[in-house]
């Protein structure tokens, strides 16, 4: 999108490249820090946990970059790029329902 791209303008090709990886990376949650997107946090980690699935997780709270992943509705789950859920809390057994 142009309207969020103003900062990937000034990186030269293989900034740009490792800025996608490290963007899609992972699994993010989406979120503003509402006691919402908390309770996903924290229901995320514990399936992680338990899964022991080896990824990194993170809370992104910008909206510029929530809406880069056309996610219009949080909180909201990402897992390497892809968003898995958006618009509801979902619960520990709903996630890792998900994330296998």
């Known amino acids: 999108m142009k309207l969020f791209g103003k900062k990937e303008k000034n990186m030269n090709a ?8 490290t963007k899609d990376s992972g699994i993010k949650i989406l979120g503003s ?15 992680v946990k338990e899964l022991k699935i080896d990824k990194e997780i993170s809370h992104v709270r910008d909206f510029a970059e ?12 990402v897992m390497d790029g892809k968003v898995l859920c ?3 809390v979902l619960t520990k ?8």
């Not at 740009?16 to 990886?21: A, I, S």
């Not at 820090?33 to 399936?47: D, H, I, P, S, Y």
């Not at 929530?66 to 789950?77: L, N, R």
């Open 66 to 77: 929530i809406a880069s992943y056309g996610v219009m509705s949080t909180p909201a789950i």
């Open 93 to 100: 057994s709903e996630v890792k329902e998900l994330l296998k």
């Open 14 to 21: 293989d900034e740009q490249k490792e800025n996608l990886k």
């Open 33 to 47: 820090g509402c006691a919402k997107c908390e309770a996903l946090e924290q229901n995320v980690r514990e399936a």
């Open 86 to 88: 958006a618009g509801r």
